[in-house]
């Protein structure tokens, strides 16, 4: 059974930096595609940033490019957003979500990925 559990969201002064987990069970990591989105109060979900396996293909969002890394750790089954110089527009929940193989051109895209974690809110206020 696939489980994703996003741990790290809190309330941080613009400017700031937070670090997201997300703690993966019942995938082969070293394979599939984990990726973050995130949703804003009466916004649609949108892809942040998604990592995959098989070639450790890497794709970020245009608003958060230079100021967010998504990585993995394998051997703890962990996948991590570290969210630098933070800004009001990045206050949302966070969802960490999973697919076995995505194509390069949809590796951001909702309908890619079955599985999803429960979320986690950042804030970003003064």
């Known amino acids: 059974q696939v489980q994703l559990v996003e741990s790290g969201g809190d309330l941080v002064q613009p400017g700031g930096s937070l670090r997201l987990s997300c703690a993966v069970s019942g995938f082969t990591m070293d394979y599939d595609t984990i990726a973050w989105f995130r949703q804003a109060p009466g916004k649609e979900r949108e892809g942040v940033a998604s990592i995959r396996g098989m070639d450790d293909r890497i794709l970020y969002r245009d608003s958060v490019q230079g100021r967010f890394t998504i990585s993995r750790d394998d051997a703890k089954k962990t996948v991590y957003l570290q969210m630098n110089s933070l800004n009001s527009e990045d206050t949302a929940i966070y969802y960490c979500?999973?697919?076995?193989?995505?194509?390069?051109?949809?590796?951001?895209?909702?309908?890619?990925?079955?599985?999803w974690g429960q979320g986690t809110q950042v804030t970003v206020s003064s």
């Open positions: 979500a999973a697919a076995r193989v995505v194509v390069g051109s949809k590796m951001l895209s909702r309908a890619s990925y079955p599985f």
